[in-house]
């Protein structure tokens, strides 16, 4: 075994960072350089939480709190992995000569490798519908949770300052980013509306959706339950409603029915969760890709026709034997890959046969609605409200107390107990 390869890991997300961890873990002998264009690894699935937490607070160490809960620095974290053995790089890749083995910084630089691994995650989908880019906020990265945040406090201000008289939230897409966002914040406003600091009936929560359900991934009966909870916590859910075009607080809307009647609406703040799609980076990469624009790889999670380039996560495209699709874009799919590509990389390196994804029949989903209320479908049943918000809770405590070390864990969690109980 050559002892001096350089494995770079590129994307210090789900897939990524858990690549590195594991190949820590089983001691493998190389260099490890793991590259981010940003400072921390994102919780994404607390997004909606930073999204809608503090509202009603002015004070700045606050919104520090709240960035902290789902936002960890890679420094701290690769020392807490036994950081001697990994190099953390902040850098924007922007190509990659696959002949020569090189990477691409946005500074010029370059950096070369024996094996890498494709770990970039996805960006958001706009459809190439007109004005959406440019008038709706995303929640995609912590940075945009935290502006969402922002905005949708000073629109609460001005309402309490008399500067405006109502606030309209239109939220375009019912997946499980839109239906997260839409039911904590109407769970939230809610709340703050009992304890008098705001007068619910001056805000409007609006869902868009093209499809004629909620959550189309999900059982019919579930997707039935969500549809109740929103209704209860006061969402206005629009299905078979298109967006056509976003302008400057207004959205051009079609009911896509026999007639597809076009409407418009204004708004103050537009939220778009309508999907999301391979990086531009990944695009531009000669690279075998599949229908969706994801990287195609074997079972080994080796790229196709590669042996020195691995790909997991958002950005590759493995078909699922079940579902005759490729396998979801979930954080616990990204973090499943990771193990089995850091043995195969060392594997390889043995001599030894890789090994191959065992692919579950089915993921288990579970969709935040509001408060401590989540839903969840398992072996054929239905488990709606605390109890698998519980179960959530477990997975989710299970992440960190496996990344961080003991104190450092249970430091985070109160605190984002903490800050994210303020909403329920
Ligand atoms: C709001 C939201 C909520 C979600 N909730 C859940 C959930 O509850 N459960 C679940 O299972 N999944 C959830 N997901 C999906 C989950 O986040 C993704 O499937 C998962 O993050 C994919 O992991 P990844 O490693 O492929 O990519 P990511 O985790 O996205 O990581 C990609 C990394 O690559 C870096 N990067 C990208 N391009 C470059 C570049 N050019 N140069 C350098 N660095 C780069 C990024 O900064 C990022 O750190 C959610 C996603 C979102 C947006």
């Not at 606050?62 to 809960?69: A, E, F, G, S």
């Not at 912590?142 to 905005?151: H, N, P, R």
């Not at 009966?221 to 976003?246: A, D, F, I, M, N």
């Not at 051009?252 to 409407?263: D, I, K, Y």
Request: proline share 3%.
């Amino acid at each position: 075994m050559n002892e001096k390869r350089r494995i770079v890991v590129l994307g210090g997300g789900f897939g990524g960072f858990m690549t590195v961890r594991h190949l820590v873990k089983l001691r493998f002998d190389g260099e490890i350089i793991l590259i981010d264009k940003r400072d921390e690894h994102v919780f994404t699935p607390w997004l909606y939480e930073v999204a809608s937490g503090f509202l009603f607070s002015k004070e700045k160490t606050n919104l520090k709190d709240l960035k902290k809960t789902s936002g960890i620095s890679f420094t701290n974290l690769i020392q807490a992995q036994d950081g001697a053995r990994v190099r953390f790089k902040k850098q924007e890749v922007i190509g990659c000569d696959f002949d020569s083995k090189h990477l691409i910084f946005i500074d010029g630089k370059t950096l070369q490798f024996d094996e890498l691994v494709l770990a970039v995650g996805s960006e958001v989908q706009f459809f190439n519908i007109p004005g959406v880019k440019e008038n709706s906020r995303t929640l995609k990265t912590l940075q945009e949770a935290m502006e969402i945040q922002t905005e949708i406090s000073k629109l609460l201000e001005e309402l309490r300052l008399h500067k405006r008289d109502r606030i309209k939230i239109v939220i375009g897409g019912a997946g499980s980013t839109g239906v997260e966002l839409a039911s904590e914040l109407a769970n939230c406003l809610n709340e703050a509306s009992k304890n008098g600091q705001v007068d619910r009936t001056k805000i409007r929560i609006l869902l868009i959706e093209a499809g004629d359900t909620v959550l189309q991934q999900m059982h019919p009966s579930l997707q039935l339950c969500v549809k109740k909870r929103l209704e209860k916590l006061g969402v206005e859910l629009k299905l078979k409603t298109r967006l056509e075009r976003l302008s400057k607080n207004r959205a051009h809307l079609v009911t896509v029915t026999t007639e597809n009647t076009a409407t418009e609406i204004d708004f103050d703040i537009f939220i778009w969760a309508g999907g999301i799609r391979p990086t531009a980076l990944i695009e531009s990469f000669d690279l075998p890709k599949d229908q969706r624009g994801r990287i195609e790889v074997e079972a080994t999670f080796q790229v196709k026709g590669r042996t020195d380039i691995f790909a997991l996560g958002d950005a590759a495209g493995l078909t699922s034997p079940y579902t005759k699709k490729s396998l979801p874009s979930l954080a616990q799919v990204a973090i499943r890959e990771s193990r089995l590509v850091a043995q195969n990389i060392i594997r390889q390196q043995q001599g030894k046969p890789l090994k191959i994804m065992k692919i579950p029949k089915q993921w288990i989903i579970i969709t935040p609605a509001g408060g401590k209320y989540s839903f969840m479908r398992i072996f054929g049943i239905n488990i709606c409200g605390r109890s698998a918000s519980w179960v959530r809770k477990i997975i989710d405590l299970q992440y960190f107390g496996t990344i961080l070390p003991w104190p450092v864990f249970w430091r985070l969690w109160r605190s984002a107990e903490k800050v994210f109980s303020l909403n329920d």
